[in-house]
């Protein structure tokens, strides 16, 4: 194996985690789950296994996101994680790997601390970050290194990234910590409390994917939700209509919007000019939620855009910083 393979980047996501080997391009797409042992606190599953685990574990289990918000919230699981997915991207053979790692624009440097030690302590030689909108971008195929204006929204699982770049660097920003799971809890909490129907997390996604929307129009799809009845406590399924997910999940989708909004007021006049001439790019999972283009495009009177393969833009970006991995390092290392 070539030393050119040992550089890995990885889209260390709230609700997955995607790594990027140099030379051989994504190798892992993995739910950012890991099942453990409460009595003995073992590893039991991790990714895919684990995932399939969540809401269906005898008691002594428990299946675990330990990435919150696009941060850490367990180090220990986190970091068992990390390793897991390095070790299955055979990359670790003599020599540890570089690595970069994606991260949310709006963690503090403490955040950033936890993420740079989980991934040394998971097996790195050197450890490297990249903002995520950033990394978005230049999946995205924006020409982030211009003097002119790129605008990309990447909408993950735990946080919306909205930036506005130029010559390689984020002239503005904002970052919320509302995006797909709180599109899911949202979805969660409005069948609760107008259907009277209790469903898990992992329900809410699938209805959210199969009907959610962003803007009305003449399709009205249905669909069947299987979940338990609040008064009775029994299996009950309901046919709902995706007005009604439009509905619950509109309240998060104006504070993306307003995120949006926000973000083009701190734009410089000459960037926002180029912005209203290319458009704003929509990366990450929510920039599949139909409509949703339509809703941004309507609202900010700029033209919204789905970049082509939205899932993989923040891996590939941050796979594309490997080729400047000893600068983002030294940089890495100054702001400590």
Known sequence: MGLF??????????????????????????????????????????????????GRTPENIIAVRPMKDGVIADFDITQSMIKHFIRMAK???????????????????????AVEEAVMQAGAKEVALIEEPMAAA???????????????????????????????GIVASKSIRIAGDALDSAIVNYLKKNLGINVGDKMAEEIKIAIGSAYEDNEERVYDVRGRDVSTGLPRTVQIREGQIREA?????????????????HTPPELAADIMEHGITLTGGGALIKGLDRLIAETTKIPALVAEYPLDCVAVGTGKALDDIKSLIAKSKKNY
Do not use: F, W
């Open 249 to 265: 999940m509109s309240e998060n989708i104006d504070e993306m919007i307003e995120a949006i909004k926000m973000t083009l007021e």
């Open 138 to 168: 230049m999946g995205a195929g924006l020409p982030v290194d211009r003097a002119e204006g790129s605008m990309v929204v990447d909408i993950g699982g735990g946080t919306t990234e909205v930036a506005v770049i130029s010559l390689g």
């Open 91 to 113: 990359v670790v053979n003599v020599l540890k790997p570089r690595v970069v790692v994606s991260i949310p624009s709006g963690i503090t440097e403490v955040e950033r601390r």
């Open 5 to 54: 393979s040992k550089d890995v980047a990885i889209d260390l996501g709230t609700a997955n985690t995607i790594v990027y080997v140099k030379g051989k391009g994504i190798v892992i797409r993995e739910p950012s789950v890991v099942a453990i042992d409460r009595y003995t606190g073992k590893v039991v599953a991790v990714g895919k296994e684990a995932n399939e685990m969540i």
